[in-house]
């Protein structure tokens, strides 16, 4: 059923790099890559850099995405931006719930969903993020977190627009911290999240949906990793701002 869904290798830069040699990197793994058909690689840069790397990736497969989105159309919201205007400087996709955006920033639950729409409504493919805390892990509440998160953000997502939205399992203890989740502890979240939407959406979505696993993936780990059934791939944070870290994650199996 794996061989179904295509791989997805995601960098998420978060706020790092200047733009010289975020350019220089996009230069790189667009030098590197295939045409495409046997994976799905993108980058999530910070939003000022969006035009000119969409310029610069113009051409080849490289999906381009922004780190963060908000729901309305315009208005009065200082700072953030809409769908349409990530889309009009050269944004293909985005990622709605990062942990940071959830935990440093106080994000909610209930606007994820609206994020989702937001998203699917302008032609931006989302990836959602979902994940627990090490407390929510050790006092056994992973399962109940993750089904809240989906539950909370897949209010008004339709079957036929699975082919288009993205899962990342990123438990936050792993985020960061060098500490990955074992193949098994990312085997047991990604079934649960698979279940989960298969029990909303339908077997046909169950079986379409991408989960990916993101937490302290580097080129060491990715091969387990991506061994597992029902992981589709990986969102990459650190390794993903080299290229002697993100090419050998991209390449994996080559
Ligand atoms: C992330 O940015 O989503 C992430 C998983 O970061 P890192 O790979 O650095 O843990």
Redesign the pocket.
């Known amino acids: 059923m794996k061989d179904t869904r295509k791989p997805y290798i995601a960098g ?1 830069w ?1 706020m790092n790099l200047d733009r010289s040699r975020g350019l220089d990197l996009i230069k790189t793994i667009k030098g590197r890559l295939g045409d495409g058909s046997d994976r799905e690689v993108a980058v999530f840069v910070p939003a000022c850099y969006l035009a000119d790397v969409s310029a610069v990736a113009q051409g080849s497969p490289l999906g381009v995405g922004a780190q963060n989105l908000w729901y309305e159309k315009e208005g009065a919201f200082t700072g953030e931006l809409s769908a349409a205007m990530l889309r009009e400087v050269g944004a293909d996709r985005v ?1 709605v719930g ?3 955006r959830r935990h440093v920033f106080g994000e909610k639950d209930e606007w994820m969903s609206r994020k989702l729409r937001a998203a699917l409504d302008s032609h931006l493919m989302p990836i959602l ?1 979902v994940g627990e805390t090490l407390e929510e892990r050790k006092g056994n509440r992973t399962d109940r977190v993750l089904k809240r998160q989906l539950e909370t953000a897949f209010l008004d997502v339709k079957p036929e627009e699975i082919r288009r939205l993205t899962v ?1 399992y ?1 438990p936050v203890w ?5 500490e ?1 989740a074992t193949p098994e502890q990312a085997a047991e979240a990604h079934r649960f999240i698979r279940r989960w939407i298969t029990g909303r959406l339908g077997a046909e979505a169950g079986l379409a949906v991408r989960i990916l696993y ?5 080129p060491g780990n990715v091969r387990n990793l991506l061994a597992v059934e029902d992981i589709d791939g ?7 701002l080299r290229p002697d870290t993100f090419i050998p994650i991209i390449e994996f199996g080559l």
């Open positions: 998420n978060k990622i990062h942990s940071e993020c990342a990123e792993a985020i960061g911290t060098g990955v993101g937490g302290s993936v580097n990986v969102l990459v944070g650190g390794a993903s």
